[in-house]
């Protein structure tokens, strides 16, 4: 019989967070680990000199965001990138020109080329040319955010190297067509449709998981964390992430 670790906390791969979130507003997530990007570089510097023990935060420009597209600078994000364990959210978006999404998309994977990092991409309605681009500039840490590309897509991004990074709001066809053990949890707080009030509130993701693998509870959220485990260890993160999520990795 498999031993699970019964301590592991909820944990949430891609959610938004106030740049100056207080420490009893982060009391309020409870037992939880998350993933907190950022949409623009200035975004990113009001957090990069933050210790949160229960958040990753992350370095991001928002594909979807016009005033973040126009604020990118390859120079300040070289930067900071050091700062970070966690680039994201980057990728593509409907909205806006492609080609300017593609440049800055291009450039970012390209300077995160063999950076110890986490990648949140991004790819609402361009989720072929995400994956082309991940063919272009590969990465051992790359995690394809709220992923709604075709079988083909799904399995070409699969033979990267990448991990899929999934909600409560995604169907479970789309869920069965990711490799249980590529498969991250996110709420993408504060989106609607995920139905998260706050973010690291996974539970119901983990429940639906548990039917559509066939496992219990606990072996969801262990899988869950394994796979990071596995992600952090192939992308070098496992030595950039804070102290106390690389404890819980090192305990998995």
Request: overall charge negative; aromatic content about 6%.
């Amino acid at each position: 019989m498999t031993a699970y670790y019964s301590g592991l906390p909820s944990l949430d791969c891609h959610a938004h967070v106030a740049p100056d979130v207080t420490q009893s507003q982060l009391a309020t997530l409870g037992d939880s680990h998350v993933f907190a990007v950022t949409r623009s570089l200035s975004e990113a510097a009001e957090v990069a000199d933050r210790t949160d023990p229960i958040l990753t935060w992350g370095v991001g420009v928002h594909p979807g965001v016009a005033a973040s597209r126009s604020a990118y600078d390859p120079d300040i994000f070289r930067q900071v990138l050091p700062q970070f364990a966690l680039v994201g959210e980057i990728g593509l978006d409907k909205r806006g020109a492609r080609a300017e999404q593609e440049r800055i998309l291009s450039d970012v994977l390209d300077a995160c080329t063999g950076r110890p990092v986490f990648i949140s991409i991004h790819s609402t309605g361009r989720t072929g040319q995400v994956v082309d681009l991940t063919e272009r500039f590969p990465h051992p840490g790359l995690i394809l955010h709220w992923f709604l590309g075709t079988p083909d897509e799904v399995r070409r991004a699969v033979a990267v190297g990448a991990y899929f990074s999934v909600n409560n709001a995604m169907n479970d066809e789309l869920l069965v067509a990711m490799p249980r053990h590529r498969v991250l949890p996110e709420t993408d707080f504060p989106a609607r449709q995920p139905r998260a009030k706050l973010p690291g509130e996974t539970k119901p993701l983990e429940k639906r998981l548990a039917r559509i693998w066939h496992a219990s509870d606990d072996e969801v959220r262990h899988q869950l964390w394994v796979n990071l485990k596995q992600l952090a260890i192939a992308s070098g993160a496992i030595d950039t992430v804070s102290d106390s999520l690389a404890d819980i990795l090192l305990a998995v």
